[in-house]
């Protein structure tokens, strides 16, 4: 949180008009998936129990998934040369929001992988981290295409569309 939470704030640099998208918007993520799981989801004696690797990867998601609408410290020369933006304001440069509203999925998955360790991402969570959020700009049938592979972490196999799902539905709600 303490690395990500300055970056999500610069979201609002390129998408001033759009709803918040910072860490206070994953915390209200986070706060619906409660709200919609069934209780015994958190009562580790229960069969319907999420394990702590699940409500992990929940959170992180949670708070990550939108990571990739903003540009990433050092990258603003990099983007502004491949989308050939010269003029000013190049924050809201229509050329640039269409960018990071289309590869924002894939562009915070990066960023995780290439930080995880940084960003206290257990190496053998990155990949389901990163697939989980990319889940919100897939359709259901590509959801189950593309995330059919079970997760086998802490002595628990774990489904990641579930979990996908989950995150699909605080976020839209």
Known sequence: MAAITPILATVRDHFPYYTR????????????????????????????????IELFLLICAAYAHDLGMTVFPGEEELLRNELAIEEDPWETNERLTVYLRESHSIRGGRYIHERAHELGVPENLVGALDAMMRSHNLTVPELEQQLREPLAAAERVIDIRQLAAILCIGDAI
């Open 21 to 52: 998208h910072d860490a206070h918007h994953g915390f209200r993520v986070t706060k619906r998936i409660s709200q919609i799981l069934d209780p015994e989801c958190f009562d580790s004696g229960s069969e319907l129990s999420l394990g702590h």
